[in-house]
Structures are given as structure tokens and as C-alpha cells.
């Protein structure tokens, strides 16, 4: 039987909200409405097992890019002091890039929060905007606003030539993102607005311009913080926690090690610490995860994190920075709002970057696999445990090794539905290079010559994700196509997903794809009611013993969840659409059994999900006490 799936990320969009069970949605009818074709914020994304999916169940395939900058002290996607932001945004949407990853500093984000916002760089950005209004030209005509020059018009304040603070420009990147069906998502760099900062080991411990300490606690305040501000913008699809959190086992407290323990140095800890803190203001948020450099051995008996090393039996096994999920066997990342959001990333590189010790052969898939990737990361994806993205891979193409390597590592992802963002589209990465070869523009928007690195560019798009007989790029938006020649993901699972398929998995064709539909005027509205009894649907007798009933799974699909808490919302808001079988229908009657399927029903799975009934406590009587 084919499932509906739905989602956590989907409930606050269209349904319920489901961080917290709160109590406006037990005493108010709260209808949610979402406008415009491209603003219904329903392109959230959970996770089951080792795949991601949309609202509707539908699988998709993250296959993007980094653009860094934000990270920078120049405050903004470096190269944008060298193209406009449109016509470079149109040429990744239209080479196939789905996703941006763009690193950033907490500093930056701790000024937004502030409300003293950075400027952007002079040195980061050229933006002409002259006139900025329409003026005169003294003999009876207009010289209209823009005339002289509109390159990154939209970063100037309206005296036409300075430039705005930072915040109004990522709003403006995101809006341009959203404009071209591309989604994006944040990496913090480092603590500290720095162009090395990324070889800080800590995502705590260094000062900001103005002298604030960057702390855990400022760490997860503004991840909190800027979760909150976008909970509502589904461009902004997720937060990567920490970019390589790293050091050697013998710097100590120094060092980033992942283990069961409340140090403050412990990675696993921190990032569950602030994953359950940005799922609470945002629970459709996925959160990206990614490793440390070193873990522990086992060597010997009475090893501990902050010895020194040995040359022989060394305590510590290595990896590359962010790229050791060894730890995650034992001490895997479980919020307390469950692992549907959580995304594991790795980083991954070759030998141009680093001669590590598995290249020290004439390696080949199975041999990277024996030596280092799967115990080292790829079992996450190959035991189903959770999905992983490899957030930075990439290097030059020098017709050797290194080339070698990034065909394996593609190919491996491509037959693995391992999702992926390549570093990068810069062309000033230090050790690996970027996609783009060189930017120039004249003054007007539509002026930007992008110089790609056709090699390496062909090399990568393969495992961009994209139909198989027509090579149509595929988007994560459900109404904006990517580009001006992609498919929407309405439009890929309408036409396209049960015929040719698509490259994911090696080549996939499915049958059963579940478009997200809007009326004809653009509009989503959900209207949930309040918990009552006033609710009346046909009652389900119970034509089945008790123990053939799996109370609160109202999808069938062995596990309780705020995905059947949806459907059951949408069975009752739409049951021509959205149909409960019998047995789903017996399942989800956990409140009073034997009245029917009602709203209070999808209510008590809510606290379910929020632990505060337990699954074994369903179904409940028609004298249970809701809490306030």
C-alpha cells in the first residue's frame, strides 16, 4: 500500500504548531493562511531514516553550492564587488544548484540581534543606483531613476549610492534566492567575523570587534534568534550548527570531542543543546550536524581525551576537520523534539587538499570505504540511521588523483541519495578553487559575464539532481520552477517523476509522487478548530480486537508522530484528498475511542510528540484533562 507520509516541518506551516503543545490551539480556532504562489511556506523538510522529504512524502535530492562571504568582514557573498546579484543567482538557478549553503559568523548574526547591524563593505559589494529617484533633466524631460548605472541597486539606500546594513541585504539575498526557486541555508563559520576564522576549532572562545566573548550560550541565543525571525520563510530551509568543529586530542579543552559527556568542548552535547533550542521556535528547521577531526581509539585501556598522542597505538583515530562521526555510534544526536530535522554532514576532501594516509594507494571506491569513509561517516546513510549531506567537498582539477577522488566520492553520493554542497562557487578558496573562473560586469543589471570552470563544473553537475532523459534541473520549491529551464517540484512529481525518473539513487522512477496543490488564487489555508467536542465525524465502530490496533499511527507506517497528527487534520479539512483506510481510521481514534475521528484526536498525538503522554498511554478516555 502506497503511504501518505507528511511532516513535522508542514504542521506550523499549514496545520498545528508542535514544538510545544501550546494553549491558543486548545482554545481558539486558529486558521493559517499562506499567500502568493511562492509564499505558502509549505517546501519544509524532515527526514525518515536515511532520505528527506517534502510535506507530502515525496523524496528530494539537496544538491547545491557554497557562497561565502557573510562569513567574511566584508559582510556579504564575496564577488558581488564584481557582478550583480541577479544575474548570478539566475546562472546558478540555471546551471542546477538547488541549495546555497552560506557560511556566516555568529558575530554577524549577534550584531542583527543587537540591533546594530554591520554595514556592508565597500570592499564587499559595488552597487550603483544614480539618480535614485526620477529627476529633471532641465529641458522638460525625466532622467529616470536608475539611468546611469542599477548594478546591486537594491543594497543602496536611497541616496543611490550607500550602501545598506547587513541584515536588509541577507533579507535581499534570500528574496532573490526564493525569486529564482533556489533554497538556502546558513553555516556557521566561526565564532568571529574572520576570512580564516574557519580554522578556529570552537564554535566559543573568541572576541567580536567590539570585544563581546563569543560564548555557548551567545552561540545558541542567535541561531535561536535568527530560527525565530525566518520561521516563517522557507527559503531559509535549516541551520548547519558548526563548520568543522576540530583540534587534536591532545590540545584538550582546546579541542572539539564528541562523547557523552557535559563538557563544553563536547560537540555532540552542544549541538543537541542547540538543536532542541532552535526546533522550539522553529520545529521545520532541519538542523545539520557535523563531526569533529578526532576521536577516540580504544588503543589501550586508560586512554582519555587530552593525553598525548603516541607513534604507535595512538589514542586517537583522525579524520578531516568536521569529518569524524565515529562518536555518533554511541552517542548519536537525539533532541528532545525528536531526529526528524537532523541532517548528519560531513566534510570530505582529496588529496590536493590534504595527503592523508587512505590515498596512499592506487585507492578506489571499496578502498575509501574500507579505510576511512565508512566508519567514519558513511554508515550513517548506509545502516538507514539518519540523511547526511556532505556540506563541503571539492578541489582542483589536475587531471590526477585529486580528480580521481572527486569522480569516486560524486558517483558514491549520486548511487547513495547522499545530499551534497561542493565548495565552492568562489574562485578565492585558497586550496580548492571554485566553479566560477572569473566575474566581470559593466554598471547595469544583466551586464555580469560569469566565467565557469567548465571541467569542473561538468564534473559536479552530474550528481546535481535532474531528470534522466531530459537533464531538466529539479528544485525544492513546489510552485517556483530552477531557473529558467528547471522544474518546480510540483512539476517534477506531476509530469516527470513516474516516467523518465530522476538521477537520484542512480536512476529512480516514481510512480506515486504527491504534488502540493494551492486554489486558483494562489492561496493555502488551513483552518484548525478548537479541542472540543463539538467536532463530529461518522464514528468507526471497532470491528477489531484491540490488540490489532496501533493507536496514534493513523499513516500505517509502524512509528506515532506529528505526521499523523497532520493527516489526520487534513482528513478531516479535505477527506475527498486526504483518506484514512479502516485500520488507519481505528488507529487514530485515541481520544474517546469509539466516537469517531476528530480533531481532539490529532490534539492528543501532539502531546504525544511533545512527551507529554506516553504511546503506551493511548488511547485516552473522554475524561482526560487537557493541559492549559
Known amino acids: 500500500m502506497s503511504k501518505l507520509k507528511t511532516v513535522t516541518a508542514f504542521v506550523s506551516a499549514a496545520v498545528l504548531a508542535v514544538s510545544a503543545v501550546p494553549a491558543s490551539f486548545v482554545s481558539v480556532e486558529n486558521t493559517m493562511t499562506a499567500v502568493a504562489v511562492d509564499d505558502n511556506n509549505d517546501d519544509w523538510l524532515h527526514a525518515e531514516g536515511s532520505r528527506l522529504y517534502d510535506m507530502n512524502g515525496n523524496e528530494v535530492w539537496l544538491t547545491g553550492a557554497n557562497w561565502f562571504g557573510l562569513n567574511c568582514i566584508e559582510y556579504s557573498p564575496h564577488y558581488l564587488y564584481a557582478g550583480d546579484i541577479d544575474d548570478m543567482l539566475q546562472e546558478v538557478a540555471d546551471r542546477g544548484i538547488n541549495v546555497i549553503r552560506f557560511p556566516i559568523s555568529t558575530e554577524l548574526i549577534l550584531s542583527w540581534m543587537n540591533g546594530t547591524p554591520y554595514q556592508i563593505s565597500s570592499g564587499g559589494m559595488q552597487a550603483v543606483y544614480n539618480p535614485p529617484v526620477d529627476q529633471d533633466d532641465g529641458n522638460g524631460g525625466v532622467v529616470k531613476a536608475g539611468t546611469y548605472g542599477n548594478l546591486n541597486k537594491d543594497f543602496v539606500e536611497s541616496d543611490g549610492k550607500t550602501l545598506i546594513t547587513s541584515d536588509r541585504g541577507f533579507d535581499i539575498i534570500l ?303 513546489h510552485q517556483k520552477a530552477l531557473g529558467n529551464n528547471g522544474l518546480s517540484l510540483n512539476e517534477f512529481y506531476t509530469s516527470y517523476a513516474g516516467t523518465e525518473g530522476s538521477n537520484l539513487d542512480g536512476g529512480t522512477i516514481v510512480k506515486d509522487g504527491k504534488p502540493v496543490d494551492i486554489d486558483s488564487s494562489g492561496t493555502t489555508t488551513t483552518t484548525t478548530k478548537k479541542a472540543d467536542t463539538t467536532t463530529t465525524t461518522t464514528a468507526v465502530p471497532d470491528t477489531t480486537g484491540n490488540d490489532d490496533i496501533s493507536y496514534g499511527d493513523a499513516d500505517e507506517n509502524g512509528k506515532v508522530g506529528i505526521n499523523d497528527a497532520v493527516l489526520i487534520m487534513q482528513s478531516i479539512a479535505n477527506p475527498d484528498k486526504y483518506k484514512l483506510t479502516p485500520q488507519g481510521k481505528l488507529n487514530s481514534d485515541v481520544y474517546n475511542h469509539g466516537d469517531g475521528v476528530t480533531n481532539n484526536d490529532a490534539l492528543i498525538i501532539q502531546y504525544v510528540e511533545s512527551k507529554t503522554i506516553k504511546v503506551a498511554d493511548l488511547p485516552v478516555s473522554k475524561d482526560f484533562q487537557f493541559p492549559d
Open 175 to 477: 528574496d532573490k534566492c526564493k525569486k529564482y526557486g533556489i533554497k538556502a541555508f546558513i553555516d556557521i563559520h566561526s565564532p568571529h567575523a574572520d576570512n580564516s576564522g574557519h580554522n578556529y576549532n570552537l564554535w566559543y572562545g573568541k572576541e567580536t570587534a567590539d570585544g563581546t566573548m563569543i560564548t555557548t550560550d551567545i552561540w545558541i541565543d542567535t541561531l535561536v534568534w535568527i530560527a525565530d525571525k525566518y520561521k516563517n520563510n522557507d527559503t531559509l530551509i535549516g541551520y548547519d550548527l558548526k563548520n568543522e568543529p576540530h583540534g587534536k586530542g591532545q590540545e584538550g579543552e582546546q579541542a572539539a570531542k564528541w562523547d557523552g559527556s557535559t563538557d563544553e568542548n563536547n560537540w555532540a552535547y552542544a549541538a543537541t543543546k542547540c538543536a532542541d533550542a532552535i526546533l522550539e521556535v522553529n520545529p521545520n528547521a532541519l538542523i545539520f550536524i557535523e563531526g569533529v577531526e578526532q576521536s577516540m581509539s580504544g588503543a589501550m585501556p586508560g586512554d582519555y581525551w587530552g593525553m598525548g598522542d603516541r607513534r604507535d597505538n595512538s589514542p586517537y583515530i583522525g579524520a578531516w576537520w568536521g569529518g569524524n562521526f565515529r562518536g555518533a555510534r554511541e552517542y548519536p544526536i537525539t533532541p528532545e523534539h525528536g531526529t526528524s530535522q537532523i541532517v548528519y554532514s560531513p566534510h570530505d576532501y582529496g588529496p590536493s587538499v590534504y595527503a592523508q594516509t587512505w590515498f596512499a594507494k592506487d585507492f578506489t571506491t571499496q578502498t575509501l570505504l574500507d579505510d576511512y569513509w565508512y566508519d567514519t561517516w558513511a554508515y550513517i546513510n548506509a545502516e538507514d540511521i539518519a540523511p547526511e549531506l556532505i556540506g563541503e567537498w571539492g578541489g582542483h582539477m589536475d587531471g590526477a588523483e585529486n580528480q580521481k577522488w572527486m569522480e569516486l566520492l560524486r558517483d558514491y553520493m549520486i548511487e547513495n541519495h547522499i545530499n551534497h554542497t561542493f565548495w565552492c562557487l568562489n574562485t578565492n578558496s585558497g586550496d580548492t578553487g571554485g566553479l566560477w573562473a572569473n566575474i566581470s560586469c559593466g554598471q547595469q543589471a544583466g551586464s555580469t559575464q560569469i566565467t565557469w570552470e567548465e571541467e569542473k563544473y561538468a564534473l559536479m553537475e552530474k550528481s546535481l539532481w535532474q531528470t534522466q532523459e531530459t537533464g531538466k534541473y529539479i528544485g525544492l520549491d
